[in-house]
């Protein structure tokens, strides 16, 4: 099954270069020291990124809002702090699809691992981007 196997080096790198560039144009402007649990969970967003392991990237990117949201003292139900508000509500939502199932009607399927690949890698680089914005507020990547 070839979506087991892991990308090849160059692909592996474009994703990591990819990712690491989305870091450091938040981070440029400085930010409030970030949650550590969250800092934490950024190395293994980083992994599953590269990875290809779309919705575990999904999930984690969400996790990561949230720690950053009640490290910095926002209440449950808000818009956490540098996160636009449809992005937040659309991440939240497909986080919620993928880990409380609809059996009728599933967030990801295994056809989809294998047919809507291109489009599981946009919602993961969407959620990354909510992620670096949440731990770096006030920050307008180049």
């Known amino acids: 099954m070839e979506h087991l196997d892991r990308p090849n080096e160059t692909v592996w790198d474009e994703r990591r270069l990819?990712?690491?560039?989305?870091?450091a144009a938040h981070a440029r402007a400085g930010a409030p020291a970030p949650s550590e649990q969250a800092c934490a969970l950024m190395i293994d967003l980083q992994a599953v990124f590269c990875a290809g392991?779309?919705?575990?990237?999904?999930?984690?990117?969400?996790a990561i809002i949230d720690c950053q949201?009640?490290?910095?003292?926002?209440?449950?139900?808000?818009?956490?702090?540098g996160v636009d508000a449809d992005t937040w509500r659309w991440l939240r939502a497909l986080r919620n699809r993928l880990v409380h199932e609809d059996?009728?009607?599933?967030?990801?399927?295994?056809d989809h691992q294998w047919q809507r690949r291109a489009e599981w890698e946009r919602h993961a680089r969407r959620a990354v981007e909510a992620a670096f914005a949440a731990l770096y507020p006030g920050t307008s990547p180049r």
Not at 53 to 62: E, K, Y
Not at 103 to 110: D, E, G, S, V
């Open 18 to 23: 990819w990712f690491d560039e989305r870091e």
């Open 53 to 62: 392991a779309w919705s575990a990237a999904v999930i984690l990117a969400a």
């Open 69 to 81: 949201a009640r490290a910095s003292g926002t209440r449950d139900g808000d818009v956490p702090t």
């Open 103 to 110: 059996r009728a009607k599933p967030a990801l399927t295994i």
